[in-house]
């Protein structure tokens, strides 16, 4: 495998489950994100790491919960959720955080569907 | 923080013919302006960018122009092919904060 694989690609689940999404990146890269897709709307940045410390997080809901358990791995830990929270999440690496050096490098996302 | 807009939403073109792409941005700081291209169940992928010491760069078809002054910068994309076809998103950043997005344009070449 390279580049960025997320898992699972689809998930479906209702508001009183527990699930997480998975992220690897397999570019030697020191920075991980979650996006957040949502149809006609910018792409949300949720969570940034760098070197497994969390750096940014943007007024998330805390029904959502990242884990960095190192510089290749990213979880997104999902609880309680509510239907608006049905979107395409978008995991992604850049060598050094993406402010400073550049490209970002995108999983090919997980559709979340919250009945 | 940033808050980056990006017109149009959808833009259809036929085949041959050149497509722009506008965004503005707010914070006067940004200095790095990349553009991704998402094709349709795809991941978005860079396709150029720019940054704040250059007017204009180029790449073959596509060529990306910022204008500091005014805050905006638009993609412009000759000789559309089909394959052209998809969402793109434009984004700015400061070396402060982290990558904000438009909200993408659905360009559509017709054959």
């Known amino acids: 495998e390279t580049g960025v694989t997320q898992t699972p690609r689809h998930l479906v689940m209702g508001m009183t489950n527990k699930k997480s999404l998975k992220c690897e990146q397999h570019l030697g890269h020191n920075a991980m994100y979650w996006y957040k897709q949502s149809a006609k709307k910018p792409l949300e940045l949720m969570f940034v790491y760098s070197l497994e410390e969390r750096v940014e997080n943007n007024s998330v809901p805390s029904r959502f919960s990242p884990e960095c358990p190192n510089s290749s791995h990213l979880f997104l830990h999902l609880h309680t959720l509510q239907p608006e929270d049905s979107a395409l999440y978008l995991c992604a690496s850049s060598q050094g955080l993406a402010r400073w050096t550049g490209e970002l490098f995108f999983g090919e996302g997980s559709r979340l569907t919250v009945l | 923080g940033e808050n980056v807009e990006q017109h149009p939403s959808t833009l259809s073109v036929q085949e041959g013919d050149s497509a722009v792409i506008k965004c503005t941005y707010s914070?006067?700081?940004?200095?790095?302006f990349p553009w991704y291209k998402q094709e349709l169940g795809k991941r978005p992928q860079l396709i150029i960018d720019i940054r704040s010491n250059v007017g204009e760069k180029k790449d073959q078809r596509i060529a990306v122009t910022l204008n500091k002054t005014a805050k905006h910068f638009s993609l412009h994309i000759t000789e559309t092919q089909p394959e052209d076809s998809a969402v793109y998103f434009c984004?700015?950043?400061?070396?402060?904060?982290?990558?904000?997005f438009g909200a993408g344009t659905r360009l559509t070449v017709k054959p």
């Open positions: 914070d006067s700081a940004s200095n790095y």
């Open positions: 984004a700015a950043y400061t070396l402060s904060n982290d990558m904000r």
